[in-house]
């Protein structure tokens, strides 16, 4: 029996999981993390937080299956996608990685739409130039912190990082590279034109290889450090939408997946990156060889869940300050108590800003619509259901980009509360497949290290024998009503964005 470790490396989480060669999940381990917001515009976190949170998940999974870790052929690696993390010529960290959400470089995402915005979708598969993307981050570096600037020799991504650490080597892939705005998504190249007007060049960037190929093996140290066999090949995943597609099984065309952690993210498989005519879905390049995906994002879906518990629903009893589940489970209660619609609440679930299907740096979140009447547990299902419109509103996104949707699974923590899948279904008026592990991008990243190391012969094998569905969740009948609460949810988003373009600054 050899054994398949994965690594996730999310917004505000480290996941790692334990799999056999039959594709059995034996055991995994989560470590959370909080970012640093000095401001409503901002977020940071010390890159070697990543590392650490990194080496302690590792560490957990081999301990509770109690597994040999001599006989741990691969490790693979996957991560959010355009946090970014400066190194010097000595490897060492620079300054705090700016979170992919950070939306401090406004006036660079202007810039940069302004040179290359015309040609950006055709080459990159990003439909509109905002602060997320790495290319405006380093920017806003050059020309607000020079000094940081001049010292930085390696530009990286949170997965990129995580390689070094564990190999020694500089080496990323087109999965997690694809929403630098540096990276050409048809010809697996970075975009010169784009690096010349950021002001580096490529040698300033991870060496690109493909997804879910080998970028090296484990160095000894770290081997050592982890009790896994120092031959063990590190893997590059890629982006974790991408893995977790693999992990659902969306392999190919007509199967849309969703997960909401963090984020939402809607996956949907396809060949053609150029099929969305209107140019407004985002593309990024699956992990899976030869095939695309449209990638719609929403930055706070499960944060602001979250947010929420952190700062309001929380005991001050430590027994439940230690006890997520507990916590979570407490509010789908509360959430299950107040009618579909809460009685005229309506959240808008903008913490950080908007992208999908509609891009706004300044929206932010709101409630509105609530009275006496209203109880903490309407503000609980009011973020579920703003959760849901948003869902509702990418999936029709895609339909008018001229996809063609046959079915629809769920992942992510959101995918255990049985409350919210409802809503979700009620809401978009589709059934859902709930995954049976729910942690598709561990399972995605352990697929591509059974397949680099020879354990799994392809990618579709694999998925045949470790994607599971654990049950269906179909409409119930008042998804009708939900047509007028969605609707609504609409007129508050379009209301707002005036007011936000004008009344958020930086």
């Known amino acids: 029996m050899k054994y398949l470790l994965s690594l996730d490396i999310g917004t505000t989480s480290v996941k790692a999981g334990l799999f056999d060669s039959d594709g059995a999940c034996l055991a995994t381990a989560l470590e959370e993390y909080q970012l640093i917001t000095p401001s409503p515009d901002r977020a940071e976190l010390e890159p070697s937080t990543y590392w650490k949170a990194s080496l302690n998940t590792l560490r957990e999974p081999l301990k509770k299956a109690k597994v040999d870790g001599e006989l741990v052929s691969?490790?693979?690696?996957?991560?959010?996608?355009?946090?970014?993390?400066?190194?010097?010529?000595q490897g060492?960290?620079?300054?705090?990685?700016?979170?992919?959400?950070?939306?401090?470089?406004?006036?660079?995402?202007?810039?940069?739409?302004?040179?290359?915005?015309s040609k950006a979708y055709e080459i990159t598969g990003i439909p509109e130039i905002i602060p997320t993307w790495p290319a405006c981050k380093i920017l806003w570096l050059k020309e607000n912190e020079p000094e940081n600037f001049r010292k930085t020799a390696k530009y990286l991504l949170v997965q990129d990082y995580l390689i070094h650490c564990l190999t020694g080597r500089f080496v990323t892939d087109g999965s997690?590279?694809?929403?630098?705005?540096?990276?050409?998504?048809?010809?697996?190249?970075?975009?010169?034109?784009?690096?010349?007007?950021?002001?580096?060049?490529?040698?300033?960037?991870?060496?690109?290889?493909k997804p879910g190929s080998i970028a090296g093996v484990i160095l000894p140290q770290v081997a050592e450090e982890l009790g896994i066999n120092p031959e063990t090949r590190v893997v590059c995943g890629g982006m974790d939408q991408c893995v977790g597609a693999i992990g659902a099984g969306n392999i190919e065309e007509g199967v849309i997946s969703e997960t909401t952690g963090a984020a939402l993210t809607i996956q949907v498989?396809?060949?053609?990156?150029?099929?969305?005519?209107?140019g407004t879905t985002p593309v990024y390049v699956h992990s899976v060889p030869g095939r695309y995906l449209l990638v719609p994002v929403c930055p706070t879906a499960g944060m602001a869940f979250k947010w929420f518990k952190d700062n309001f629903v929380l005991s001050e009893d430590a027994t439940h300050q230690n006890s997520d589940v507990d916590v979570y489970e407490k509010m789908n209660e509360m959430s299950r108590q107040v009618p579909a619609g809460c009685d005229g609440l309506v959240m808008l679930p903008h913490l950080m800003g908007a992208f999908s299907p509609e891009s706004n740096p300044y929206a932010r979140g709101s409630f509105t619509g609530f009275t006496l009447h209203h109880k903490k547990a309407h503000f609980v299902r009011?973020?579920?259901e703003a959760v849901a419109f948003m869902l509702r509103q990418n999936i029709e996104a895609v339909r008018k980009a001229g996809v063609a949707i046959t079915e629809v699974r769920t992942s992510g923590g959101a995918s255990r509360s049985k409350l919210w899948n409802q809503i979700k279904a009620d809401v978009c008026a589709l059934p859902l497949d709930r995954l049976k592990n729910e942690d598709t991008g561990l399972v995605g990243d352990a697929i591509l290290?059974?397949?680099?190391?020879?354990?799994?012969?392809?990618?579709?094998?694999?998925?045949?024998?470790?994607?599971?569905?654990?049950?269906?969740?179909?409409?119930?009948?008042?998804?009708?009503?939900?047509?007028?609460y969605y609707t609504r949810y609409l007129a508050l988003d379009r209301s707002l964005r005036t007011y936000f373009n004008e009344n958020v600054t930086e």
């Open 74 to 89: 691969a490790l693979t690696v996957s991560s959010q996608g355009e946090t970014l993390i400066s190194l010097d010529n």
């Open 92 to 117: 060492k960290v620079v300054r705090n990685a700016i979170v992919w959400m950070d939306n401090r470089a406004v006036a660079q995402a202007h810039f940069l739409n302004n040179e290359l915005g």
């Open 176 to 209: 997690i590279s694809c929403t630098t705005l540096l990276y050409d998504i048809v010809h697996d190249a970075w975009w010169e034109e784009a690096l010349s007007i950021t002001g580096i060049d490529k040698s300033k960037l991870a060496q690109l290889q």
């Open 269 to 278: 498989t396809v060949q053609n990156p150029g099929i969305d005519e209107t």
């Open 382 to 384: 009011a973020i579920q």
């Open 449 to 484: 290290g059974g397949v680099a190391t020879g354990i799994f012969p392809s990618i579709e094998a694999a998925c045949s024998v470790m994607v599971q569905k654990a049950e269906r969740i179909n409409p119930a009948e008042q998804s009708v009503d939900y047509q007028k």
